[in-house]
């Protein structure tokens, strides 16, 4: 029905404008080496923004692709991502409610919080918090409870406490710098009727090892 794989960061999902395709591997390009058998390769369900590590869930066929797809329509997947932020919140769990629009056509994806944009809520969980050469650091466990576009980025930049690395919504270095702190760390998935949901974790990428450590992770 579905594979759940480990995304690196810096790999797009899917192919950009038709002047990158050539230039940037994406994701795409190793597919068929996930068929395992099966006639059509393997499509992903969701998305990951091309700096986003961690648990990415492909569908093996057309029907499992039309029931992962109603499945986080109806809000039964759980996605649970790791996040380094400056600063922090002042509570150790809260929830983000703000809606979000895109910034401007000429700017893509990129978003930004607006009134009459589309409702976005994040749940917020601190898991440790630590200093270091950034200032202070809150490591954070955020679950979307919608899935706009970059929202996790959006809410924590919103709320004072952007993500370390963030290019976009942050004040991290377009040449580098440490990379963008957010992975995809888990997936919850309630694929059959009369069994308990598939729970899948990914671990943290190299680049975030660091920073975690600051925080009190000790993996």
Request: net charge positive; hydrophobic share 35%; charged share 25%.
């Amino acid at each position: 029905m579905m594979l759940v794989i480990d995304k690196p960061a810096g790999l797009p999902v899917h192919s950009g404008p038709p002047a990158q395709r050539r230039s940037i591997p994406v994701l795409t390009d190793h597919l068929d080496a996930l068929r395992f058998g099966l006639p059509r390769r393997p499509e992903a369900a969701h998305r990951l923004d091309k700096d986003t590590s961690g648990c990415l869930i492909l569908g093996r066929h057309p029907r499992a692709m039309a029931e992962l797809n109603q499945m986080f329509r109806d809000g039964r997947i759980g996605k649970t991502y790791w996040a380094i932020v400056q600063g922090g919140p002042a509570e150790e769990e809260g929830l983000i409610d703000l809606p979000l629009a895109r910034r401007s056509p000429e700017r893509g994806w990129w978003m930004k919080v607006a009134s009459h944009g589309l409702p976005s809520r994040t749940r917020y969980r601190v898991l440790g918090r630590g200093e270091s050469e950034h200032g202070p650091l809150a490591w954070l466990a955020l679950e979307p409870l919608t899935g706009r576009t970059h929202q996790l980025r959006v809410h924590c930049a919103e709320s004072g406490w952007p993500m370390l690395g963030d290019e976009i919504y942050g004040d991290a270095p377009r040449e580098g710098g440490p990379g963008l702190q957010l992975h995809a760390r888990s997936v919850t998935v309630p694929l059959y009727k009369k069994r308990e949901p598939i729970h899948v974790e990914a671990p943290p990428p190299q680049h975030m090892l660091l920073a975690l450590r600051t925080c009190g992770w000790d993996g």
